[in-house]
């Protein structure tokens, strides 16, 4: 009698346990810092490689490895002063600020800002 009690007990607890994980779950909603997938994010960092109508790659702080951005075709360059600049001749290690969004699990950068060192 007391190992049926003491199991009722522990398949209450089970039960008020996963229904507490999923209502967390259920309610759950982005915080004011979460990054609205639609409107992108940014990230800084120096070029470790750069493809010009094909692929942005930069070192990011430590400990991250390089990140790779796809450039859209319609990728803007703007220049440390905030200028539209055409066909930039990007370099290894300059210092950029990249615009991107996740498209089909690839970072597709639409926008690189020069930054001045």
Do not use: W
């Not at 229904?19 to 004011?32: D, F, M, R």
């Not at 430590?62 to 859209?72: D, R, Y």
């Not at 703007?78 to 290690?93: C, M, R, V, Y």
Request: with cysteine; hydrophobic share 35%.
């Amino acid at each position: 009698m007391k190992s049926e009690t003491i199991m009722k007990k522990s398949i209450f607890a089970s039960i008020c346990a996963a229904t507490l994980v999923l209502s967390a779950i259920t309610y759950a909603q982005p915080t004011s810092s979460s990054p609205d997938p639609k409107a992108g994010a940014e990230t800084t960092g120096t070029i470790k490689e750069y493809t010009p109508g094909s692929i942005l790659i930069l070192d990011t702080l430590a400990p991250n490895e390089p990140t790779q951005f796809k450039l859209s075709k319609s990728v803007v360059y703007i220049d440390a002063d905030g200028k539209t600049i055409e066909a930039p001749g990007l370099s290894h290690n300059q210092k950029v600020r990249v615009h991107y969004m996740k498209t089909a699990g690839e970072n597709v950068a639409d926008r690189v800002t020069l930054i001045k060192d």
